[in-house]
């Protein structure tokens, strides 16, 4: 362990001693969560660890996160200019990599804007209607459940109508349309290549200079984006320009297309790969759902509060799989000293949710077994359960915290609801034959999706 003072003699939180010029990145490159959840409990809810020469601190405490993130938004709601991220793929345009200046608030506004109130209300028949589709195509290329499927690139599809609806008033009308392969792809990739502390690149400046693989990755991926969506985008500008009347978050932002596929898409494919093995969890939400809403009619957004188990399930799946397992990190803008630790200003903020604050055996009992039970006396949606007094009380941090929380809280929600809800009471859903599910394993550095598997989806009446 390592006791580390700045200039005056304030002191840095502690944490593992790194390797000279790289710090703690070979601990990191594998499972980081498993590491950074190991040194939580040996170093305590918040500790640093370098990585090149940036220091980060790892916040794994519900209370040391409101504290920070959320009661000192004003200081710790930046963001770093990754190498990676915001130079390369972004080139400093997205709304998620800005720092926190005048921009990034007025950017802010916009997306609350549309991604709330009156818009949403507007567009629930989008998410209504996108996750119709879905249960459809689901029997399809399920064949009445006769062969098994990948859910994947059906989740997947779903979402990104949603969003290109959203944003550019367009959307796909079958699985091979060239854009869903190539779009899910893009997403995946951007996941992959962005990872927090998965980028030695971002950490050492040397490397930044000399050519290495992902930093032509990353260069590709900013190349397939503007391929993809820069025409769209002109497009939008062009019948804005002769009066026609467009969505205009694509004016705004590219990050939608972005954060709005893979992350939501991904909690489908979890809950995909989880249900085969609970055949008694699936038995108890169908019960609920044919009590409450009956066979001759899907599950509807207004039907929420009334199906508490199968709401239960949803959180459950947010709890143990987030898509993004260390949250997306903030930056202070100001040294901050906390209970006594020297917060230096620039340091990154991590939130360690999945594995740590998520499997926190204080705030959830038996935290690595998959019991929806336990939020059966949540009676709030997420969107509500962020803005709760006791953080102790909140369901789980999976869309972050403080200013920078998602804005699409309620977006994903409700596409959320409308897809899960509707999965559970169409099919039953069983593992392939020979085909066990490795829920172990995921795609990506940090999280995000499970790795490709199969399921049988056996419809539960054929209307
Ligand atoms: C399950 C689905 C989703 C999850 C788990 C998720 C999670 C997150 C997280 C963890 C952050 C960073 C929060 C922080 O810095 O504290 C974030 C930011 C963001 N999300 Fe989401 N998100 C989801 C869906 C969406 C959707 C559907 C959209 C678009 C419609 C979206 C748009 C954004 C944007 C634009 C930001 C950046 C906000 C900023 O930096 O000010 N997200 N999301």
């Given at each position: 362990?390592?006791?580390?003072?700045?200039?005056?003699?304030?002191?840095?939180?502690?944490?593992?001693?790194?390797?000279?010029?790289?710090?703690?990145?070979?601990?990191?490159?594998?499972?980081?969560?498993?590491?950074?959840?190991?040194?939580?409990?040996?170093?305590?809810?918040?500790?640093?660890?370098?990585?090149?020469?940036?220091?980060?601190?790892?916040?794994?405490?519900?209370?040391?996160?409101?504290?920070?993130?959320?009661?000192?938004?004003?200081?710790?709601?930046?963001?770093?200019?990754?190498?990676?991220?915001?130079?390369?793929?972004?080139?400093?345009?997205?709304?998620?990599?800005?720092?926190?200046?005048?921009?990034?608030?007025?950017?802010?506004?916009?997306?609350?804007?549309?991604?709330?109130?009156?818009?949403?209300?507007?567009?629930?028949?989008?998410?209504?209607?996108?996750?119709?589709?879905?249960?459809?195509?689901?029997?399809?290329?399920?064949?009445?459940?006769?062969?098994?499927?990948?859910?994947?690139?059906?989740?997947?599809?779903?979402?990104?109508?949603?969003?290109?609806?959203?944003?550019?008033?367009?959307?796909?009308?079958?699985?091979?349309?060239?854009?869903?392969?190539?779009?899910?792809?893009?997403?995946?990739?951007?996941?992959?290549?962005?990872?927090?502390?998965?980028?030695?690149?971002?950490?050492?400046?040397?490397?930044?200079?000399?050519?290495?693989?992902?930093?032509?990755?990353?260069?590709?991926?900013?190349?397939?984006?503007?391929?993809?969506?820069?025409?769209?985008?002109?497009?939008?500008?062009?019948?804005?320009?002769?009066?026609?009347?467009?969505?205009?978050?694509?004016?705004?932002?590219?990050?939608?297309?972005?954060?709005?596929?893979e992350s939501?898409a991904s909690i489908?494919q979890?809950?995909?790969?989880?249900?085969?093995?609970?055949?008694?969890?699936?038995?108890?939400?169908?019960?609920?759902?044919?009590?409450?809403?009956?066979?001759?009619?899907?599950?509807?957004?207004?039907?929420?509060?009334?199906?508490?188990?199968?709401?239960?399930?949803?959180?459950?799946?947010?709890?143990?799989?987030?898509p993004?397992?260390?949250?997306?990190?903030?930056?202070?803008?100001?040294?901050?000293?906390?209970?006594?630790?020297?917060?230096?200003?620039?340091?990154?903020?991590?939130?360690?949710?999945?594995?740590?604050?998520?499997?926190?055996?204080?705030?959830?009992?038996?935290?690595?077994?998959?019991?929806?039970?336990?939020?059966?006396?949540?009676?709030?949606?997420?969107?509500?359960?962020?803005?709760?007094?006791?953080?102790?009380?909140?369901?789980?941090?999976?869309?972050?915290?403080?200013?920078?929380?998602?804005?699409?809280?309620?977006?994903?929600?409700?596409?959320?609801?409308?897809?899960?809800?509707?999965?559970?009471?169409?099919?039953?859903?069983?593992?392939?034959?020979?085909?066990?599910?490795?829920?172990?394993?995921?795609?990506?550095?940090?999280?995000r999706s499970?790795?490709?598997?199969?399921?049988?989806?056996?419809?539960?009446?054929?209307?």
């Open positions: 362990m390592r006791r580390l003072a700045d200039g005056k003699g304030n002191h840095i939180p502690n944490g593992p001693v790194g390797l000279p010029i790289i710090g703690s990145f070979p601990f990191l490159s594998h499972y980081p969560e498993l590491t950074l959840d190991y040194w939580a409990k040996k170093f305590g809810p918040l500790y640093s660890i370098w990585l090149g020469d940036q220091l980060f601190v790892v916040v794994s405490d519900p209370l040391i996160a409101k504290d920070l993130l959320i009661t000192n938004g004003n200081i710790f709601s930046s963001r770093k200019e990754m190498f990676i991220k915001s130079k390369t793929i972004f080139h400093g345009r997205g709304i998620t990599v800005m720092p926190n200046d005048a921009r990034w608030r007025r950017h802010r506004k916009i997306a609350n804007s549309f991604l709330n109130g009156q818009f949403l209300d507007d567009h629930t028949e989008i998410f209504d209607y996108e996750a119709k589709i879905l249960v459809r195509e689901l029997f399809r290329y399920g064949r009445a459940g006769t062969e098994p499927l990948n859910p994947q690139p059906h989740a997947g599809r779903c979402s990104l109508n949603a969003m290109l609806t959203i944003v550019f008033g367009i959307r796909t009308d079958t699985l091979e349309h060239p854009l869903v392969g190539h779009a899910l792809r893009l997403s995946r990739e951007f996941m992959n290549c962005t990872g927090p502390v998965s980028n030695l690149v971002d950490f050492v400046p040397l490397l930044q200079r000399l050519p290495n693989s992902l930093t032509n990755r990353a260069k590709k991926l900013h190349k397939d984006l503007v391929d993809a969506y820069g025409g769209m985008i002109n497009e939008i500008e062009e019948r804005m320009n002769n009066g026609q009347d467009v969505p205009s978050l694509s004016r705004e932002d590219l990050a939608f297309m972005i954060g709005g596929v939501t489908v979890w809950f995909s790969a989880i249900m085969p093995s609970h055949p008694d969890i699936q038995e108890k939400a169908h019960a609920e759902l044919d009590r409450v809403v009956g066979r001759n009619r899907l599950p509807t957004v207004d039907d929420e509060k009334d199906l508490p188990y199968v709401r239960a399930i949803i959180k459950e799946v947010e709890r143990c799989h987030n993004f397992w260390l949250s997306t990190p903030h930056v202070n803008t100001e040294d901050y000293t906390y209970q006594g630790q020297f917060i230096p200003k620039d340091t990154v903020v991590i939130l360690n949710t999945v594995y740590t604050m998520h499997h926190n055996a204080e705030r959830y009992s038996d935290p690595f077994k998959f019991n929806p039970d336990r939020y059966l006396n949540d009676h709030t949606k997420s969107s509500e359960s962020t803005r709760l007094a006791n953080v102790m009380e909140r369901d789980h941090w999976m869309f972050g915290a403080g200013r920078r929380i998602c804005p699409a809280i309620t977006v994903a929600e409700h596409e959320l609801w409308l897809a899960i809800s509707r999965m559970l009471w169409a099919f039953k859903m069983e593992e392939a034959p020979g085909e066990p599910i490795d829920l172990k394993e995921y795609d990506g550095l940090s999280g499970p790795v490709p598997f199969r399921i049988q989806m056996i419809p539960r009446d054929h209307s």
